[in-house]
């Protein structure tokens, strides 16, 4: 079987990793501490001589050469003779008594010049204890050492594994129920700055998602309504007219084909957002007459509205052509229209203007109506936003007609707005480039 490091559960892994360091760690010190120790040390003996003669020299006419030989002596281990007195020096006895092995001596001998121009010879000597028997000693360590690395090793894979494991297996938890629709969950990472920022991240995400999730229902609420009120009319007067074929009123075959038109609209107001959110649709860009266009429009909901009592009155001052998706703008100007008489309470006069400013045109449509509350106005734009739940509407309204208008414009690179007072009115307005 392969023995997959990718798969193992962090803190496994954090311990393979320690250990692997640690073995580095105790090789290294293997390879120092028996190996080249021996080397070393004489290596560091022939340098302490080098010194040694190096200060020699510099004090060799000095009166504190005494002192300095003795200093070497009683601390470097150094003895220095002259060479003429030199004898090989005999191993201490003491020592040799503790340690079974033969002792090792360095010799150098180097000329040094007097004050007299004369010459003296010098042999410094240095001894070198045997390593062997500091071999074993550290051998017997680096098996203690080992002992004590691996435990620490361990102890620690499991602290560190605890402090970066837990919180992430604590938002795995919380990811896992978000996925399952539980979107008041709480992430609570802690400990790392990493880990914040994801749990920080992810509380946004569970925040927008449920957003998402409550507009959705939401929205599924008022269709499923906005669609069994007329499904229920049509069928009750289509009731009548199997039960009683004679007596068909012009009146009920006008609810039925209202009610049919309140469901197509509906329909399509649905299926055009998600066309248009899907990135799906594409512009017909063709120069058409925006004016006549709006004119055209402003009649004909005006000729259904009048019997209302609602006046449209559109005023503008000249024939504007632009460059746009003419079905689309329409849509726009239409949903924007429809919106105001909805909205419009007892003053049923709206306002349709044209402006031309320098190479734009601006299209605002004025009602008198209830107005929107200033912290209201930043979310109509929103899908599904309504700001009364359960405004009664005389045209079927799905929380969809200014989303739609903000991503009209935005596919027109086209700028949009609203200005409003509450209880004085609205004006919403957008500006094309004209050609
Ligand atoms: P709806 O189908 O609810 O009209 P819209 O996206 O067209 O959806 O509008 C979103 C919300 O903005 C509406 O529910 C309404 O509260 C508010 N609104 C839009 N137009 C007007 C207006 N002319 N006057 C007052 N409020 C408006």
Not at 49 to 57: G, H, Q, R, W
Not at 133 to 144: F, G, H
Not at 196 to 213: D, F, H
Not at 303 to 321: A, H, I, M, R, T
Request: aromatic share 10%; charged share 25%; hydrophobic share 40%.
């Amino acid at each position: 079987m392969k023995f997959k490091l990718k798969k193992l559960k962090l803190q496994w892994k954090v311990f393979a990793y320690m250990l692997g360091f640690c073995g580095l760690l105790l090789f290294i010190l293997w390879l120092f501490q028996t190996v080249f120790l021996n080397d070393m040390y004489k290596y560091i003996r022939k340098k302490e001589i080098k010194n040694a003669m190096e200060l020699v020299e510099e004090n060799i006419n000095s009166p504190n050469l005494q002192t300095i030989l003795q200093y070497l002596s009683d601390n470097k281990d150094i003895l220095i003779t002259p060479t003429n007195e030199f004898k090989p020096p005999q191993p201490n006895i003491n020592r040799d008594k503790r340690d079974r092995h033969t002792m090792e001596v360095i010799t150098e001998t180097k000329e040094f010049k007097l004050q007299n121009n004369k010459t003296i010879s010098l042999t410094f000597n240095a001894m070198i204890t045997p390593v062997s028997a500091t071999i074993d000693t550290l051998r017997y360590q680096l098996y203690i050492i080992t002992f004590i690395m691996i435990t620490l090793s361990i102890f620690l894979a499991f602290l560190i594994a605890k402090r970066v494991a837990k919180p992430i297996e604590v938002i795995n938890d919380s990811a896992k129920a978000l996925s399952k629709g539980k979107y008041d969950i709480e992430f609570t990472g802690e400990g790392f700055l990493e880990i914040e920022e994801l749990s920080a991240t992810l509380n946004t995400a569970a925040t927008e998602l449920s957003k998402v999730e409550s507009l959705r229902r939401e929205l599924m609420a008022n269709i499923s309504h906005d669609l069994r009120t007329p499904l229920s009319l049509i069928y009750s007067y289509a009731e009548v007219m199997h039960d009683f074929p004679k007596e068909i009123s012009p009146e009920q075959t006008k609810v039925i084909m209202d009610e049919t038109t309140r469901l197509t609209s509906l329909v399509n107001d649905v299926l055009d957002i998600s066309k248009l959110e899907n990135g799906k649709q594409t512009l017909n860009l063709t120069s058409f007459n925006l004016t006549n266009s709006i004119i055209e429009t402003t009649n004909r909901i005006s000729s259904l509205v009048k019997k209302d009592g609602y006046s449209l009155s559109f005023l503008y001052n000249e024939e504007v052509y632009v460059t746009a998706d003419e079905v689309k703008i329409i849509q726009a100007f239409y949903n924007l229209l429809i919106n105001a008489i909805n909205y419009s309470n007892d003053n049923k006069l709206i306002t349709i203007k044209q402006t031309v400013i320098g190479n734009v045109v601006k299209i605002e449509v004025i009602d008198n109506g209830e107005g929107i509350l200033d912290e209201d106005l930043p979310y109509i734009w929103d899908r599904y936003y309504k700001v009364d739940k359960s405004h009664k509407r005389a045209i079927t309204g799905t929380g969809l007609g200014l989303s739609i208008v903000k991503k009209i414009m935005e596919m027109h690179g086209g700028s949009y707005g609203v200005d409003s007072t509450l209880g004085e009115g609205s004006t919403f307005w957008f500006i094309l480039n004209k050609n």
